[in-house]
């Protein structure tokens, strides 16, 4: 009886073998017939238009492959077939983000990280890249268009309509746009331990969401992993640490030339508007402060633009996103002055066109320029 139960299970294990070599064979001859081989061939094609930044014709190429080897969920649970499903939704997924059609790269994201037999590698890569996509959207929701490593690129067909816009806004209310990029990035923490970037991300989407503690974590992973990791975003915070842990600095030509403009100070500050208000002040020989800490705030992060110690006097430079964001920051933020009392000048996005006769005119009850 015994000697029958193991030849019987003898007999399952040839079997299972057997069925895994004819696996193997299907597999093997999977790219070798001819439709394999024309998608393969449309989907070089479309890589190299994608390269060379052709991202609509890229698109119409890959949906071609697809089209001529279309989506199998048998054949995606062999790993070559997978590979190919993979690296196609994934490309179209970036070629859509690259056009900022932000809604159809996060659905290209998804197709492709419900493709199960994916490696980790590739599974950070998609969520990433997607969590990257939903923070992006969040910019374009905010309208800070120029700022930050993942500006919106305005040579692109920026022609999101409004009902699009509109749901954007709806999924921001409802769930978050920095918390769902959040998600990603912490799922890539979990899969990937090691990951500087993920923890950089990770530490800055709670960073923007007021989760200080647990930024402060995440950014320690960051240093842990990668002592002179670069502060692509230039995150205040990130900084801070960096110093209380006696780090250098390493440079960053990401804040030197996409964030931050230099003025005739030296120093870089966020927009063209905040180079031209310093710029104004050097020239009338008044010594200021950029970006300072203000422990007289009701929060512990506030930071005045301008200081002007000679006058004791603020500057703060309203930058118009949309109506709502605009408003609300600018009256709390002079609600905070007013209510220490502190001498303050604003100038707004409508002053830009005129900056230096605006200053010169609210400058007047201080000092005669």
């Not at 402060?289 to 703060?316: C, G, H, R, V």
Request: proline share 1%; charged share 35%; with cysteine.
């Amino acid at each position: 009886m015994v000697i029958k139960k193991i030849r019987e299970a003898l007999e399952k294990r040839r079997q299972r073998r057997a069925e895994e070599v004819v696996e193997q064979n299907q597999l093997e001859s999977y790219r070798e017939n001819e439709q394999m081989q024309k998608a393969e061939q449309l989907k070089k094609e479309a890589d190299r238009l994608a390269h060379l930044k052709q991202y609509k014709t890229a698109i119409d190429e890959y949906n071609k492959a697809l089209e001529i080897y279309p989506f199998n969920e048998k054949e995606a649970m062999f790993k070559k077939p997978a590979e190919f499903f993979f690296k196609i939704y994934y490309n179209l997924a970036a070629s859509y983000s690259f056009l900022n059609k932000f809604d159809r790269s996060i659905e290209y994201f998804d197709n492709a990280l419900k493709i199960e037999n994916i490696d980790d590698e590739n599974r950070t890569k998609a969520l990433m890249s997607k969590g990257n996509c939903y923070y992006r959207t969040k910019q374009f929701v905010k309208g800070d268009y120029e700022e930050g490593a993942y500006k919106i690129r305005m040579e692109s067909d920026f022609d999101v309509d409004e009902k699009t816009m509109e749901t954007f806004k709806k999924l921001d209310e409802k769930e978050g746009l920095f918390n769902l990029a959040w998600k990603c990035f912490n799922k890539t923490t979990e899969l990937d331990r090691n990951n500087a970037d993920a923890w950089y991300k990770k530490g800055h989407m709670e960073f923007l969401m007021a989760k200080v503690k647990e930024a402060m974590l995440s950014f320690d992973n960051v240093f842990e992993i990668q002592g002179n990791y670069e502060n692509k975003e230039g995150i205040d915070l990130f900084e801070d640490i960096r110093m209380e842990k006696g780090i250098k600095a390493k440079h960053s030509k990401i804040l030197e030339t996409d964030m931050k403009f230099k003025t005739k100070t030296g120093h870089y500050v966020r927009s063209k508007a905040e180079k031209m208000i310093a710029n104004f002040l050097f020239e009338s020989n008044l010594i200021f402060q950029y970006n300072m800490a203000i422990s007289w705030a009701d929060k512990d992060d506030f930071k005045a633009t301008f200081f002007i110690p000679k006058l004791d006097l603020y500057i703060e430079h309203f930058k118009f996103n949309n109506v709502k964001n605009y408003e609300k920051l600018m009256k709390w933020k002079i609600k905070q002055y007013d209510k220490k009392k502190k001498k303050l000048v604003c100038t707004t996005s409508e002053d830009e066109a005129n900056i230096e006769e605006t200053l010169k005119i609210k400058l007047k009850p201080y000092i005669v320029l």
